[in-house]
């Protein structure tokens, strides 16, 4: 059974940056997504990267959300500029391997 570890999250200043990291255990190496679920809203979609470094975005997501990989340190990670409040979420690491596997999650939080 793979697991998948986020970790990065934090309490940022509006306009902040920060910088998400996501690691699956084993050899193997996946497609990965990164998701994000605000208090009393569903869980949306942010941005998936493949193998190859082929990156895709959520509705409203590109600008900035940056997602990138290094297949050598096997981690994948979410940049967030420009934070806002409205980026206040858990953020979840998924690897695309059947079903799917996520995370546990991560705690995002953008405040004064």
């Known amino acids: 059974q793979v697991q998948v570890v986020e970790s990065g999250g934090g309490l940022v200043q509006p306009g902040g940056s920060l910088r998400l990291s996501c690691t699956a255990s084993?050899?193997?190496?996946?497609?990965m997504t990164w998701y994000r679920q605000a208090p009393e809203k569903e869980r949306e979609f942010v941005a998936g990267i493949t193998i190859g470094g082929i990156a895709n975005y959520g509705k409203s997501m590109e600008g900035r959300f940056t997602i990138s990989r290094d297949n050598a340190k096997r981690m994948v990670y979410l940049q967030i500029d420009n934070l806002r409040p409205s980026d206040t979420a858990v953020y979840y690491c998924?690897?695309?391997?059947?079903?799917?596997?996520w995370g546990q999650g991560t705690q995002v939080t953008v405040s004064a």
């Open positions: 084993g050899s193997s190496l996946y497609a």
């Open positions: 998924k690897v695309l391997t059947g079903s799917g596997v």
